[in-house]
């Protein structure tokens, strides 16, 4: 695992959604396809933004119809993100650091960052066991 990188240790495409898109049909996707998060893009497919199930729970608890309110009112802006180059180890390190569960793999492109997969925490331990 220390010298593979990111995408060669990644199990799981990416799953995105709009900033606009309402809270309740991200919700019902996370509870249906049993995900922690789901990537956020602008209308150009560029990073913006990820939506959390811990993001979910903050817009149940602060907003009296939390069903309609688009994402990009709760989803988390300041993503942590890392190149597909990224060692599977720096990206532990990463998590561990931060007390965050996944990093946004992006390719740096001229007018941002498209995402082209999440490595979890998960995506780690199973590539541990997978690498005795």
Same mark, same amino acid.
């Given at each position: #695992?220390?010298?593979?990188?990111?995408?060669?240790?990644?199990? /799981?495409? @990416?799953?995105? %959604?709009?900033? !606009?898109?309402?809270?309740?049909? +991200?919700?019902? $996707? @996370?509870?249906?396809?049993? +995900?922690?998060?789901?990537?956020?893009?602008d209308? *150009?497919?560029?990073?913006?933004?990820? +939506?959390? $199930? !811990?993001?979910?729970?903050?817009?149940?608890?602060?907003s009296? =119809?939390?069903?309609?309110?688009?994402?990009?009112?709760? #989803?988390?802006?300041?993503? @942590?993100?890392?190149?597909?180059?990224?060692l599977?180890?720096?990206?532990?390190? /990463?998590?561990?650091?931060?007390? +965050?569960?996944?990093?946004?793999?992006?390719? *740096?492109?001229? =007018?941002?960052?498209?995402? @082209?997969?999440?490595?979890? =925490?998960?995506?780690?331990? %199973? =590539?541990?066991?997978?690498?005795?």
């Amino acid at each position: #695992m220390k010298t593979r990188t990111v995408l060669e240790a990644k199990r /799981l495409g @990416i799953v995105s %959604c709009k900033g !606009s898109d309402p809270l309740e049909k +991200i919700a019902q $996707r @996370i509870a249906d396809d049993d +995900i922690s998060a789901l990537v956020v893009t602008d209308e *150009q497919g560029y990073l913006s933004g990820v +939506i959390s $199930r !811990s993001d979910l729970l903050r817009a149940y608890l602060e907003s009296y =119809d939390w069903r309609v309110e688009p994402v990009e009112r709760f #989803m988390t802006r300041e993503v @942590i993100w890392v190149l597909p180059d990224t060692l599977m180890s720096d990206a532990a390190q /990463l998590l561990l650091g931060r007390h +965050i569960h996944r990093v946004v793999v992006v390719r *740096q492109e001229e =007018d941002g960052l498209r995402p @082209i997969a999440v490595v979890s =925490d998960s995506d780690l331990v %199973c =590539d541990m066991v997978a690498a005795r």
